[in-house]
């Protein structure tokens, strides 16, 4: 009877086998980690790159990023393995060009970071150490340029109050005294 529910269950709904794992063409790169795909369903998908964090647009080396992930994926079909879907919506997913691991390929570039908490592949530490020790990519940067976007953004959210115009001092003519 068991056997016979499985089978039922996988003839009639093969979606949910494979259905943490698409097929889409990059159409748009909106920063070094993140960009828009179309299924083969002509679906648009908004993705963000698992386990890895590239620099923001205006943090330092946050153009060059973008351009190294457009590079590598912009109007190729890729393979999505999918993780989840992140607080804004995004699907965060590892993609695969060609058989290549993008996620890794970034990091190994010196494009981005291993994003040590969402990190399940440990392999994208290694990747970031080996960049680093190298200096490629950001890691070229002075060291005061090489911030991680976690803390960039952190540091974006702190804001200092804003520098107002000195009152004029109260005097005591103000309140009728001397």
């Known amino acids: 009877m068991t056997i016979r529910i499985a089978l039922l269950l996988l ?24 960009f828009t795909c179309l299924s083969t369903e002509n679906k648009r998908l908004r993705v963000r790159l698992a386990e890895i964090d590239a620099p923001e647009r205006k943090q330092p080396y946050g153009a060059e990023a973008k351009q190294v992930l457009s590079d590598l994926i ?36 010196g494009a981005a970071w291993a994003y040590t908490k969402q ?25 005061q340029s090489i911030v991680a976007p976690w803390d960039w953004r952190y540091a974006g959210r702190i804001s200092t109050p804003q520098k107002t115009k000195p009152s004029k001092t109260a005097s005591f003519s103000q309140f009728g005294g001397g």
Do not use: F
Not at 21 to 34: F, H, K, L, N, P
Not at 119 to 143: S, V
């Open 119 to 143: 990190l399940k592949d440990h392999r994208l530490q290694d990747a970031e150490t080996l960049a680093r020790n190298m200096g490629k990519g950001l890691w070229r940067l002075p060291a």
């Open 74 to 109: 912009l109007e190729k079909q890729l393979i999505l393995h999918i993780q989840a879907l992140d607080r804004y919506g995004r699907t965060l997913a590892r993609a695969y060009v060609g058989g290549r691991d993008v996620n890794y390929i970034l990091v190994e570039q």
């Open 11 to 34: 003839c009639c709904l093969p979606g949910l086998v494979v259905a943490d794992q698409i097929s889409c063409r990059a159409v748009s790169i909106s920063e070094g980690d993140t």
